[in-house]
Nanobody, 121 residues
Framework: VELAESGGGSVQGGGSLTLSCAPSGYRITNGNCMGWFRQKPGKEREAVARIEREYDGGTTYGDSVKGRFTASKDIANNVLFLQMNDLTPADTGMYYC?????????????WGRGVQVTVSS
């Protein structure tokens, strides 16, 4: 399984970016669990969005991105998206797509290489 992120780049504060994650060897469905994470310089990796099954709570967001970021699955095209609006310099970091082999897994089994997002003031 490989996860390939794209869509990163540089943007001014207040701007928007949309990240994409295109898996190979992994079929996105409503029943599997994926996530977006980020790692800021000098910081530990943090969860941005966790996409679980609806009866397990659905999608949850980190406190710092609630109301600004939206994760979604395009099942027809096998792509995971992260729409990021109203970006601030605090959102700067490497963004990673992740997927679980099974939703009951404690952690994420597959990770992308990451894509850089840089927000200037």
């Amino acid at each position: 399984v490989e996860l390939a992120e794209s869509g990163g780049g540089s943007v001014q504060g207040g701007g928007s970016l949309t990240l994409s994650c295109a898996p190979s060897g992994y079929r996105i469905t409503n029943g599997n669990c994926m996530g977006w994470f980020r790692q800021k310089p000098g910081k530990e990796r943090e969860a941005v969005a966790r996409i679980e099954r609806e009866y397990d709570g659905g999608t949850t967001y980190g406190d710092s991105v609630k109301g600004r970021f939206t994760a979604s699955k395009d099942i027809a095209n096998n792509v995971l998206f992260l729409q990021m609006n109203d970006l601030t310099p605090a959102d700067t970091g490497m963004y990673y797509c992740a997927a679980k082999a099974e939703c009951w897994s404690n952690g994420y089994n597959y990770w992308g290489r990451g894509v850089q997002v840089t927000v200037s003031s």
